[in-house]
């Protein structure tokens, strides 16, 4: 045997090899990755105050989601915007000073635009409402 045809023996044998292996590409349990979706541009939205001085918030918002559901999202981008500027500007002052009232309020943001979605497209393929950043004024 010549030394030249070993390395093609061997090349040979793994391509059988890797040929005999199982292949699970339709797989049912296979872990769904998260998809973040970042709104962009930051949210501005002037929010409920009891005096005659407007005040505002800044945001920045990420959505994360499933792989397999947030088409829902971009392609419902407009409504989605509209629904976190309508609740956003609701809110009060207690419920955005602080680290627990701001919590809360991602939580309540992030129920009414599943809702929103829902009404919509029948998912709710919002997994998390994520602030980048949180700037009140």
Do not use: C
């Amino acid at each position: 045997m010549k030394l030249w045809t070993i390395p093609y023996i061997l090349l040979t044998f793994l391509l059988g090899f890797v040929a005999l292996s199982p292949v699970h590409a339709a797989d049912e349990d296979v872990v769904s990755l998260p998809v973040y979706v970042e709104l962009s541009p930051d949210f501005i939205v002037n929010y409920g105050s009891k005096g005659k001085k407007l005040k505002y918030i800044k945001t920045s918002i990420t959505l994360r989601s499933k792989t397999e559901t947030a088409s829902y999202i971009h392609d419902n981008m407009p409504l989605v915007r509209d629904a976190i500027v309508i609740f956003m500007s609701q809110l009060k002052d207690e419920q955005v000073k602080g680290a627990l009232a701001r919590e809360q309020s991602r939580k309540d943001a992030l129920e009414a635009l599943n809702a929103t979605l829902k009404e919509e497209t029948g998912q709710e393929p919002v997994i998390d409402l994520l602030f980048a950043s949180f700037v009140t004024q």
